[in-house]
């Protein structure tokens, strides 16, 4: 079974940086493609990052882009979010997620999620 | 980027019942549209992709359906654990998109 676990969440100031970390078990990580999905609370989902094979094939969502770094080490099974320059509206709950195998941008499973808040 | 466009914002039926959930899209995304399900306080599931195929484990009561821009997720009889917020998502193009939600309740 695929297991996703995040961490790395926390309260963090504007303008302020934070590193999530997804570790995952049950598959042959290096195969699949990874994302990052947010929600901000009560909110809907909004896509934030996607790495499709090699570190180099990396997407980012407008609203995110030049501040976050996606990123992945297939040594230790763990998907990276290097998120600097934080605002307020960055809050929310950060879900990994894998890439399905024939469709890399279909998203599951979906880990359990790790709370951001940023705020002074 | 590509919008999407979810309704009704809420859908309030008795277990049973037959529920028709509508998404459409900006331009067009031929199939590649898929369905999420979340109940509170858990992650997202992955219950329709490429617009009609269910994903793996997903009961036969969930079906999808449309191409371009109009896209509908049915469930045939509701059941109890089936109340829950409903997303469309499409992966067309860059970025990916998720349309805003469709909560199933009950009635």
């Known amino acids: 079974e695929v297991q996703l676990l995040e961490s790395g969440g926390g309260l963090v100031q504007p303008g302020g940086s934070l590193r999530l970390s997804c570790a995952a078990s049950?598959?042959?990580?290096?195969?699949?493609?990874m994302h990052w999905v947010r929600q901000a609370p009560g909110k809907g989902l909004e896509w934030v990052s996607g790495?499709?094979?090699?570190?180099?094939?990396?997407h980012y969502a407008d609203s995110v882009k030049g501040r976050f770094t996606i990123s992945r080490d297939n040594s230790n099974n763990t998907l990276y979010l290097q998120m600097n320059s934080l605002r307020a509206e960055d809050t929310g709950v950060y879900y990994c997620?894998?890439?399905?195998?024939?469709?890399?941008?279909?998203?599951?499973?979906w880990g359990q999620g790790t709370l951001v808040t940023v705020s002074s | 980027e590509i919008v999407l466009t979810q309704s009704p914002g809420t859908l309030s039926l008795s277990p049973g019942e037959r529920a028709t959930l509508s998404c459409r899209a900006s331009q067009s995304v031929t199939s590649y549209l898929a369905w999420y399900q979340q109940k509170p306080g858990q992650a997202p599931r992955l219950l329709i992709y490429d617009a009609s195929n269910r994903a793996t484990g997903i009961p036969a009561r969930f079906s999808g359906s449309g191409s371009g821009t109009e896209f509908t997720l049915t469930i045939s009889s509701l059941e109890p654990e089936d109340f829950a917020v409903y997303f469309c998502q499409q992966r067309r193009s860059w970025p990916l998109t998720f349309g805003g939600g469709t909560k199933v309740e009950i009635k």
């Open positions: 049950g598959l042959t990580f290096r195969s699949f493609a």
């Open positions: 790495l499709i094979g090699s570190d180099a094939n990396t």
């Open positions: 997620a894998k890439g399905l195998e024939a469709s890399p941008n279909w998203f599951a499973p």
